[in-house]
């Protein structure tokens, strides 16, 4: 089946009993033995609910996980209580005090839980390493390195990881590291890390897969057997697992994956080419530009470009700020891959929970914007953009003249809480 195909029907069959073609949210929290220890297949819905394998058995096979029923039950997938839950479970595949390399541009919660959790509550010890660049990465892998941590395109600076060559490099230093690829930005309809030689993919499904802004969750695949059981076990024995409503909402949006992610990466490509040809932008970073220093990995990897783009407004903070608090359309908000546009600060936003010094090495400044385009007309995106740009290049950011349709009152101008 061709990726269209597969985010429809991959992995599902009609509900057994009553033939409902997509699958009742079961909510019971245990199910009727016929005689002691003699069940259906469902004991206890943390260890097994149907609603959830539904979800775990469909991004399996998107993933490119070729496990049968036999070698796991819901062929390698795996749904967890949001994406950093997820990444709890890999963490706790490791040994106190094993050792970790991290890209270092990845979201700002995935080093957080690295930093300031792993390293003190399990004594791991976590290498952050530019893996764009894979002689830099093969220097810093040791025959030691117990867990790889990549995504790709990363976040927010969209630099990419030769995963292909970083699996070869890995592996021939340890052919028993764990390859991790968060591929949330990319989405199995962009790229493939298992099909290039990765052992799991792990995903917020809270973006794209899930897609409208409506739930959070996480998942992980793998499409090797072994990994499967233990990641079964530890899903069950730490058990942050995915509810059943919320695997419910991440399979219905799964189902419009494909002709969303093609909306998003045209819409994309033609904002990215306008930003870069706007004389109020320095700099437009999007892997479908030519001008991306890694554009032909980007063409070799990924079979479309995403919806994700950065870019650094001219001028400093304040009009950074301007522009943020006069766009209309995309809405200032963290978080990313739902239909809406949303744009944002990573410095201050996304991004804070990143130690200052690290944000200035990675170029994360304050000229930085993030956008998620969505799904709606993108000649309405430039016009809003436009706005955007206007206020910049002027004192007041327009807010009092155009008030937002419908948006929340008194909207915050500073965009300046949390952590
Ligand atoms: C959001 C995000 C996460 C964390 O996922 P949650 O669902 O918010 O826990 C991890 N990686 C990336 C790339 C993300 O965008």
Known sequence: MRMSTRVIHAGQRPEPVTGAVMPPIFTSSTYAQRSPGEHTGFEYSRSHNPTRYALERMIARLEGSTLSESDDVTFGGFGFASGLAAMDCVCELLTAGDEVVCFDDVYGGTNR???RVRARSQGLRVKFVDCSDVAKFERAMTPKTALVWVESPSNPMLKLCDLRAIARAAKAKNPGVLLVCDNT????????PIELGFDVVHH????YLGGHSDVVGGVLVTGNRELA?????????????????DSYLVL???KTLAVRMERHGESAGRIAD??????QVDRVIYP???SHPQHPLAKRQMEGFGGMITFFVKGGLDEARRFLESVHLFTLAESLGGVESLIEHPAIMTHASVPPEMRRELGISDTLIRLSVGIEDVEDLIADLSLGFAAARSRSNGR????REGGPAGRKAAPGRRR
């Open 229 to 245: 059981q233990r990641i079964r076990f530890h899903q069950n024995a730490v058990g942050a697992v995915m509810s059943p409503f």
């Open 252 to 254: 219905r949006g799964i």
């Open 113 to 115: 839980q690295f930093q």
């Open 274 to 279: 306008w930003l870069e040809s706007h004389s």
């Open 288 to 290: 479908g530009l030519a």
């Open 204 to 207: 917020s499904a809270t973006k």
């Open 185 to 192: 930005f990319a989405t199995p309809m962009n790229q493939r």
């Open 400 to 403: 009092t003249s155009r008030p």
